[in-house]
């Protein structure tokens, strides 16, 4: 088993990883302080992994509960969440229960949500089943849900008590989604570490082919950079935002197209490269280094091709994104591979290089 | 002008107090951060004091926006919430935006957790215009709403970057409310100041009919004694649970009743005395003091008899308390007039003594 500890202060927690860890009593009773816990997960997960993870929790006296929401990022709102109220309220689930996310980011986000506000915050389990998941949404805190007009509007930073990874789960993860995990596993190596970049252009096939080995090494690469990131920068005043890079065209595509239509790790890998080819066009990265982006993407099974948009269209999407302050885009671009930046820009630089970009 | 500060570590906040602040832009510049402002209203609050408030902060050259809830406890839900966000999102309002909450304690609780939860957090300030909000809702951070099944069951610990209490706003005020907030004022006298508690015997003519001077005094008081207990207990693991003295009480006659058909602090000054008869009950008050506080709150304009409710009806509602803990019901109780503690009761102590105090 591989433990990355996120050392944030007074709050600090620990991030274990290794196949059968859903059995694992030991590792989960020492996080959970009451007696009551409300398991939040979706059908396809609950179909797969509740009945093993409700035993294992009765089996320590524990008193379990569960509620389920619909599958998919469109259900990611408010009203879902005050369903996850009702059901917390309708099981009398007091102060001191835990809410588990057993599911992907937008259950983690949601049942996060829940228990940061459930009477004004009680303790958080995350239990990610989806690779993204793993590496990037339960670990750092972020949770809450869209808007209609925009993506994570609304929200609260709940940090969990424990992430429990359990990658025997990926098994049974459908390919697409397997792949949408590896676009923010790549995002690591791009921001801050290029021979990680390296090593997953060596690996992309047996990751694609979901082998155990890789995928423990690349999630625990993961959540050691995104634990350091979040440990600097909690509340996302600054190094935290480097870890939006490609999220801000690919928030615009998702929004565009409607939730649930592109996978989250889809829209960021073309928003990666789109924020490449700006860097490009800048004169920080190479025509090979964006080539080879693209193709190590396209290696790892993800899109690189932007939906039918206008760059108007981005540019409407994007002005209601949290990063623009005082009406000034910020987006995070690369100095080069392995180094990131926040980057003002104006409407005029970004309407040229959309512009080039999408023409292209 | 008088202020107090809440020296919370890393976010501490003054609460400024003296009549005719609203009009200080001085006071509330340095507290807003970027330039956009949405005020947070009921259209009763707005009818008087929302022009002189927008005067204010747009001579500053701040862009200011409003949203106005329903007036009444019976809104306050996370749908009302809700439509603080549309607005916010509608007005474009970015991460540096600033909510601030003109009104009382539903316009503030409800302001600060959509402040608390809009885009993760952002800048919050609370201008209470009732006396209630003055000397409790507003200090300390606690926000939210109420839920079908429970009162301030969603919600928030956010503190506020300024309250900015104008006591000429307490001319407007009916009686009615005036009394409800001085059940809140002599709640600190009960569970920390017995100086206070003679001091407010002597005053409460002066302070039920306005008297400028003596609201100030007792605003002062009472703000010093919140901030002191929120800075030793800002999330209530302790101390801070002393504020509830009446109020597990005062929520089972606000539920019972419907939202709205009691005012808050007339729930707690009943639920005070029901708490003071059951220290009574236990030895630790005389009965010449529960005549006294009974006699006090009559002076100052409150109830002093729960409505038709039995027993039963009390245990169901206070099951739902965020008090309960593992299923045993935690009270607040005097030990002594300035002296309160947290006291576990089983369910049979807590029948018998609400069938005595029901039957009295």
Redesign the interface.
């Known amino acids: 088993m591989i433990t990355v500890e996120v050392a944030l202060p007074g709050r600090a927690y620990p991030i274990h990883i290794a196949a059968g860890l859903l059995a694992r009593a030991d590792l989960l009773l020492p996080h959970i302080p009451?007696?009551q816990v409300l398991v939040v997960s979706n059908p396809t997960v609950a179909a797969l992994y509740m009945a093993p993870l409700r035993a294992t929790l009765q089996a320590a006296g524990l008193r379990v509960a569960e509620h389920l929401l619909p599958d998919g990022e469109v259900y990611k709102d408010?009203e879902h969440v005050?369903g996850i109220?009702?059901t917390l309220?309708?099981e009398?689930m007091?102060?001191?229960c835990t809410v588990l996310a057993l599911g992907g980011g937008v259950v983690g986000d949601m049942a996060g949500f829940a228990a940061?506000?459930?009477?004004?915050?009680v303790n958080f389990i995350q239990v990610p089943t989806t690779l993204l998941a793993q590496v990037d949404s339960s670990v750092g805190g972020?949770t809450?849900v869209n808007?209609a007009?925009?993506k994570?509007?609304?929200?609260?930073?709940k940090q969990p008590s424990l992430v429990l990874i359990d990658t025997a789960v990926l098994a049974t993860l459908p390919r697409r989604e397997l792949a949408a995990g590896l676009a923010e596993v790549i995002k690591y190596g791009l921001i801050r570490d290029a021979d990680f970049l390296h090593w997953l252009g060596a690996h992309a096939d047996a990751l694609l082919q979901g082998e155990p080995q890789a995928l423990a090494q690349a999630i625990a690469v993961s959540c050691r950079h995104k634990a350091a990131v979040v440990i600097a920068d909690e509340?996302?005043q600054g190094e935290r935002a480097l870890l939006n890079l490609g999220h801000t065209f690919g928030h615009a595509i998702e929004t565009h197209t409607g939730y649930g239509s592109w996978l989250h790790g889809e829209a960021v890998a073309v928003g990666m490269l789109m924020a490449a080819r700006m860097s490009q066009g800048r004169g920080d990265l190479s025509a090979d280094e964006v080539a080879g982006l693209e193709d190590l993407l396209r290696r790892c099974g993800l899109p690189t091709q932007a939906p039918a948009m206008q760059a108007a269209d981005f540019q409407s999407w994007m002005?209601?994104d949290?990063k623009?302050?005082?009406?000034r885009q910020r987006l995070v671009l690369l100095r080069a591979l392995g180094h990131a930046e926040v980057v003002e820009v104006d409407a005029d630089e970004l309407h040229r290089a959309l512009l080039e970009m999408l023409h292209a």
Not at 116 to 121: D, K, V
């Open positions: 009451g007696r408010l005050a109220f009702d309220l309708a009398n007091d102060r001191r940061a506000c459930y009477q004004r915050g972020k809450g808007h007009r925009g994570n509007m609304i929200g609260a930073f509340f996302e002005a209601h949290k623009v302050l005082d009406g």
